[in-house]
């Protein structure tokens, strides 16, 4: 009972301090009416109206609870409560004065100070209530208890950002200051904070503790963003960024948008300039087959395709659901887009013999294959009749169609390959390059090391690893990898392939190579984890056909450079085409024996500079 006493008490006193505005209200009435001048009769006759007009005010307020509301989140629909109440209970007055007037009874309050009564009341009930919410937001939402946060960019999207800050999180943050590196924007304010120079960062933090450094500006290059990352997590500051203006909601942005940096955006590189007129002259109104479509590169590689109007896609896929998935999003996305779903597997020649029957694809992206370097060295065998078998079937039934390009894409892992996914795709290189002498199909060969993301890739595995608690698994400390981006990959592959005459083998710029225990490490500090406290990273070993560090190159090559700067012809050996073909059709046939080590030792033949690497194929090599 006391509890409940309790616990009603702030409604009471809420209705208490209602009454007493109502009160005050009417006197400031009277004397307003009267000009500040009552005479004894008009006191006589306040003191009448004030007990008739509070027990009007009291039933109206108790029959529509306007003191029931919780006071510190006054809103709007409160205000319109309290007009409503006063409204009613101001009609009534109205009311009692033409009852007393017929009736003979000596009572009425002018009609002017009714109107008045209902204004200020009106006035000061609002005032009361907003100011208590005022102050309570006030001591809620002290700096001490919010935190702080710097926006590196004092631009458009900078004042942009602070004001979604405001908007959706100014309870939880507050901006202290502006970054910006122009010097006609330093020393100056946005609504009343500070914009300091970069040079001056430093300096600040050790002044002011800081919480957050939010990325606004959408025009840093991707190694001043990296930089700026790297300074704020070696001061312990964790790092935000607002993604690109084209992915706001309604054109609007919200707190809620703005992520924190991921590895990726760390390892991503200047924006490729693509020619794309050529890149459409080649793919507009032609019919495409894409081969391994529901992977990473391959539906990229549709996603990317399906802007320069293609007459047909075919997504051509052996996994199910991912083709199931690629599939939704297409028609979500692309609703004018003509595309075909085909589940087949590339080695089954009836089932692609029937696909390009159907369908007369003219180019074919050739994205398929098996990746996987330690599952390939352990199933040899599905690795040829994957990625030489599938590729030779596809290729065959590209000239017996009169395709007019085909673009196949393979990996880093070709040169001087040390595992049989490698020599694999190093022999399918070979058979492409050798069948575009005597044909009018082009056969173009892309290659390029790790992209980010896609399945498989080390990224993905780290974070569930970090996810879990831990450990993070890195094979050696000094192992390196060179990454590229799906995106900047697909856009690359399509450029090679909008100027491939045939026979040539592009490799890509893949820029610096990257340590993956530093990766590793990176991604411990942007999940605010510290490295020996909050969890490990443990070396496993060199899996089998694993190599330290990966090349692009084979020692004998060289390169020619080619209109893009970030693209280059691989310098290559030349392959008899009727010799390349005996070889891989002897291997193709060894499948059907399960002898890893002859279909090995085969693979090896064909492709003298594979060499085994932590695998029981080394015995093969001596």
């Known amino acids: ?29 009277f004397l307003l009416r009267f000009d500040f001048q009552i005479n004894h009769r008009d006191m006589i006759f306040l003191k009448t109206a004030i007990p008739v007009l509070l027990l009007v005010r009291l039933f109206s307020f108790l029959v529509f609870k306007s003191y029931a509301g919780l006071i510190r989140y006054t809103g709007s629909k409160d205000i319109q409560r309290i007009f409503t109440v006063l409204l009613t209970g101001t009609v009534f007055l109205f009311i009692l004065n033409f009852v007393a007037y017929f009736t003979k009874i000596n009572y009425n309050i002018p009609r002017t100070i009714i109107i008045i009564d209902f204004m200020v009341s009106l006035v000061l009930m609002v005032l009361f209530r907003m100011s208590i919410k005022i102050s309570y937001e006030h001591i809620k939402n002290s700096a001490k208890n919010k935190s702080s946060v710097i926006i590196y960019g004092a631009g458009e999207f900078g004042t942009i950002t602070k004001r979604a800050l405001d908007r959706d999180a100014g309870t939880k943050y507050t901006v202290v200051a502006f970054v910006d590196d122009l010097k006609t924007r330093t020393g100056k304010t946005i609504e009343g904070v500070n914009i300091i120079g970069e040079k001056d960062l430093e300096k ?9 450094i939010i990325i606004a500006d959408q025009t840093l ?29 309604n054109g609007e942005l919200s ?11 760390l390892l991503e590189r200047d924006v490729i300039k693509l020619d794309k007129q050529k890149i459409e002259e080649v793919n507009k109104e032609k019919i495409i087959l894409i081969s391994g479509a529901a992977g990473s590169i391959g539906s990229e590689i549709v996603r990317q395709i399906a802007q320069y109007q293609p007459k047909l896609i075919i997504l051509l896929d052996q996994a199910e ?38 369908f007369h694809p003219q180019i074919v992206y050739h994205a398929a294959a098996y990746k996987h370097v330690p599952m390939m060295e352990n199933n040899p065998a599905e690795a040829v009749r994957v990625n030489i078998k599938g590729t030779r079937i596809l290729a065959d039934l590209s000239i017996k169609y009169g395709v007019e390009k085909f673009v196949m ?13 490698g020599a694999s795709k190093r022999i399918a290189e070979i058979y492409c390059q050798s069948l575009n002498k005597n044909t009018s199909t082009n056969f173009v060969t892309t290659r390029f090391g790790n992209v980010l993301g896609s399945n498989g890739s080390v990224i993905p595995i780290f974070r569930k690893q970090i996810e879990s608690g831990g450990p993070i698994t890195v094979t050696h400390p000094e192992v390196t990898r060179y990454f590229m981006t799906i995106p900047e990959a697909c856009q690359l592959v399509l450029e090679a392939g909008a100027y ?37 990273i443990q070396f496993t070993g060199l899996r089998p056909g694993e190599k330290l560090y990966e090349e692009l190159l084979n020692t004998e090559e060289n390169t020619i450079k080619t209109h893009h700067p970030k693209i280059m012809i691989a310098n290559v050996k030349e392959y008899d085409f009727e010799d390349i073909k005996n070889h891989i059709n ?16 085969k693979m090896k033949q064909i492709v003298p500079e594979f060499l085994s690497k932590n695998s029981a194929f080394e015995k093969l090599d001596a």
């Open 1 to 29: 009972m006391i509890q409940n006493e309790l616990k009603n008490a702030p409604r009471w006193i809420i209705l208490g301090t209602d009454l007493m505005i109502c009160l005050v209200s009417i006197s400031i009435s």
């Open 204 to 212: 600040f933090i050790e002044h002011k503790e800081i919480h957050h």
């Open 221 to 249: 290059v991707p190694i001043k963003k990296k930089e700026i990352v790297d300074f704020a997590l070696s001061k312990g500051i964790r790092v935000l960024d607002v993604p690109p203006s084209n992915s706001w909601i």
């Open 255 to 265: 707190f809620k948008q703005i992520k924190k940096v991921k590895i990726e955006d």
């Open 321 to 358: 659901s991912p083709l199931y998935h690629i599939e939704t999003e297409l028609s979500d996305k692309y609703k004018d887009l003509a595309f075909e779903v085909v589940i087949g597997d590339i080695s089954n020649e009836i089932r692609m013999k029937t696909l390009f029957e159907t």
């Open 409 to 421: 894409i393979s990996t880093d892992k070709a040169v001087n390959p040390t595992n049989v996914m």
């Open 500 to 536: 491939g005459k045939g026979g040539e083998i592009f490799i890509f710029d893949m820029g610096e190579s990257v340590k993956i225990i530093d990766l590793a490490k990176k991604m411990i500090m942007l999940s605010r984890l510290e490295l020996g406290k909050d969890i490990e």
């Open 586 to 601: 002897e291997v193709i046939n060894l499948y059907d024996d399960s002898n890893n080590n002859a279909l090995v030792a």
